[in-house]
């Protein structure tokens, strides 16, 4: 039995595919197999996976089209390795990323998530940027996790009895934030470990979906808040609410430009005067709208 499931999701994706598949194959650490769900692909996708000729790659087509947290449900009951690895069909993984970070679980028992350091690149302007560049904390990081989330997917290994015995599964009606809710409920139950590599590479091109659906990303946020309070019960501390509340607020007076700074201040009025980015919001929202698009797109490079 494989040591490790590579879960990769599936939905015309033949652009990349190739390129995200031969990282898989090329590692260092071989003891592996790759459950890969299509979501029901029109493209070439189906195609490339079943030109590789290796018994490690278990191809699955979606008897319906399901969304991305429903497929990677579906995907997860066919998985069998002791950890669980996730790598979406346009990213990248570094040759050493499974070796080190299995290394990591296999001495280290109380550690139930492993991450890394990334490279975030675009596709279309051939830029990048590193991920993370202080080193990020270890150890049990729960109450962080949950108010200032920062895993990034590609690099993420978890001890798969974790999500088995704890009942944790991907909430089906996410459609963005999906992998920040069930890796913070992860968190809960151990350790994770941060390693400081580049060992992977996240996509940025213009039909990633996060672009897409910027704007349910407050509501999204709404549902996991449920979703924690009922789990986590008394865990779930009023520090962790208040939080995660200030972060809706912000994303939603964020999407409030489009309509006029005044609606940015009224949205702002449910947080804090004092909350540092509610103030340079609050600053933003008297420029004249083009100036306050620039200054905002300015900040997101930052």
Same mark, same amino acid.
């Given at each position: 039995?494989?040591?490790?499931s590579?879960?990769m999701?599936?939905?015309?994706?033949d652009?990349?595919l190739?390129?995200?598949i031969?990282?898989v194959?090329?590692?260092t650490?071989?003891n592996?197999?790759?459950?890969?769900?299509?979501?029901q692909?029109?493209d070439?996708?189906?195609?490339i996976v079943?030109?590789?000729?290796d018994?490690?790659?278990?191809?699955?087509?979606?008897?319906?089209?399901t969304?991305?947290?429903e497929g990677?449900n579906?995907?997860l009951e066919?998985?069998?390795?002791e950890?669980?690895?996730?790598l979406?069909c346009d990213?990248l993984w570094?040759?050493?990323?499974?070796?080190k970070?299995v290394?990591?679980?296999?001495n280290n028992k109380q550690?139930?998530l492993?991450?890394?350091?990334t490279?975030?690149f675009?596709?279309?302007?051939?830029?990048?940027?590193i991920?993370n560049?202080?080193?990020l904390?270890?150890?049990?990081?729960?109450n962080?996790i949950v108010s200032?989330y920062h895993?990034?997917?590609?690099?993420?290994i978890v001890?798969r009895?974790?999500?088995?015995d704890n009942a944790l599964?991907?909430?089906k009606?996410?459609?963005m934030?999906?992998d920040?809710?069930?890796?913070?409920m992860?968190c809960?139950?151990g350790?994770?470990?941060?390693i400081?590599?580049?060992?992977g590479?996240w996509?940025?091109?213009?039909n990633n979906?996060?672009k =897409?659906?910027?704007s349910?990303?407050?509501?999204e946020l709404?549902?996991?808040?449920?979703?924690?309070?009922?789990?986590?019960?008394?865990d779930?501390t009023k520090?962790?609410r208040?939080?995660?509340?200030n972060?809706l607020?912000?994303r939603?007076?964020?999407?409030?430009f489009?309509k006029?700074?005044?609606?940015?201040?009224?949205?702002?009025?449910?947080?804090?005067?004092?909350?540092?980015?509610?103030?340079?919001l609050?600053?933003?929202?008297?420029?004249p709208?083009?100036?306050?698009?620039?200054?905002l797109q300015l900040?997101?490079? =930052?």
């Amino acid at each position: 039995m494989a040591k490790v499931s590579i879960l990769m999701n599936c939905y015309n994706s033949d652009k990349y595919l190739k390129e995200a598949i031969d990282s898989v194959i090329n590692q260092t650490y071989q003891n592996f197999e790759i459950i890969f769900w299509d979501n029901q692909s029109t493209d070439d996708s189906a195609k490339i996976v079943k030109s590789y000729d290796d018994e490690r790659i278990k191809y699955f087509y979606a008897p319906r089209h399901t969304s991305l947290y429903e497929g990677r449900n579906c995907a997860l009951e066919y998985c069998q390795g002791e950890y669980l690895a996730f790598l979406d069909c346009d990213d990248l993984w570094m040759i050493t990323k499974l070796e080190k970070q299995v290394d990591i679980l296999e001495n280290n028992k109380q550690v139930v998530l492993v991450h890394t350091n990334t490279i975030f690149f675009n596709s279309d302007t051939n830029q990048e940027k590193i991920a993370n560049k202080k080193i990020l904390p270890s150890g049990y990081i729960f109450n962080e996790i949950v108010s200032k989330y920062h895993f990034s997917l590609e690099t993420v290994i978890v001890r798969r009895s974790i999500m088995i015995d704890n009942a944790l599964y991907f909430g089906k009606d996410f459609n963005m934030i999906g992998d920040r809710d069930l890796l913070s409920m992860v968190c809960f139950y151990g350790e994770v470990y941060y390693i400081d590599e580049i060992l992977g590479k996240w996509r940025i091109h213009s039909n990633n979906f996060s672009k =897409v659906l910027h704007s349910t990303y407050p509501k999204e946020l709404k549902y996991m808040y449920l979703r924690f309070k009922k789990r986590f019960k008394k865990d779930f501390t009023k520090e962790m609410r208040v939080n995660i509340y200030n972060e809706l607020v912000f994303r939603d007076a964020l999407n409030m430009f489009e309509k006029s700074g005044v609606e940015v201040r009224k949205k702002l009025n449910k947080i804090s005067f004092f909350n540092f980015k509610g103030l340079i919001l609050r600053f933003i929202s008297f420029m004249p709208m083009n100036m306050a698009f620039q200054t905002l797109q300015l900040l997101k490079r =930052v």
